[in-house]
C-alpha cells in the first residue's frame, strides 16, 4: 500500500514506512483483546495517540475508509442500472434512463420533496405543450 500510495504520503522511504508499522503494530498489539478496535472508525480513533509517530499509516488508514465507501456506492449504482434497465425501459432514451437511475439511487433526497411544491412550480412556469395537430 505504501508503493501505490506513495504521492498521498507525507514521507516516500521504505524504512520510516516500516518503522512506521512496527511502531503501530506494537501500539495495536499492546492493547487488550477486548478494546481492539473491532472497525476502521475505531482504528482511526485508537491511532489518534500516537499520530504523530505514524503520519504514513494514519493516512492510510483514512484511505481505507474512503475506498471502502466509494467502492459500496459504485456496486450500488451498478445494482440499481440492472434494476432499472428492464426490457420495458429499453426503448426510453438515455436522458430519461439517467433521470430514473439519479432518482433511485439518491432515495434519501427524492423521499424529502414535496410533491405539490413541485407541481406548483411546473404550474406556474411560461412553458405551454400544444396538444393541437396544428404543427403536425
Not at 21 to 49: C, G, S, V
Not at 54 to 82: D, E, H
Request: aromatic letters at 10%.
Amino acid at each position: 500500500m505504501f508503493k501505490h500510495y506513495k504521492d498521498d504520503l507525507p514521507i516516500d522511504d521504505s524504512s520510516v514506512h516500516k518503522a512506521e508499522f512496527d511502531t503501530w503494530k506494537f501500539w495495536i498489539i499492546k492493547i487488550k483483546d477486548d478494546k481492539r478496535p473491532d472497525t476502521i472508525n475505531e482504528t482511526l480513533e485508537t491511532i489518534q495517540p500516537i499520530k504523530l509517530f505514524c503520519p504514513n499509516i494514519s493516512i492510510l488508514l483514512q484511505l481505507y475508509a474512503l475506498i471502502a465507501v466509494s467502492i459500496a456506492s459504485i456496486k450500488r449504482s451498478f445494482f440499481t442500472l440492472k434494476l432499472i434497465k428492464t426490457k420495458l425501459r429499453n426503448r426510453t432514451g438515455n436522458e430519461r434512463f439517467n433521470d430514473l437511475a439519479v432518482i433511485n439511487i439518491r432515495k434519501a433526497a427524492v423521499e424529502n420533496l414535496n410533491a405539490s411544491s413541485i407541481i406548483d412550480v411546473f404550474s406556474k412556469s411560461k412553458y405551454i405543450i400544444n396538444f393541437t395537430n396544428e404543427s403536425l
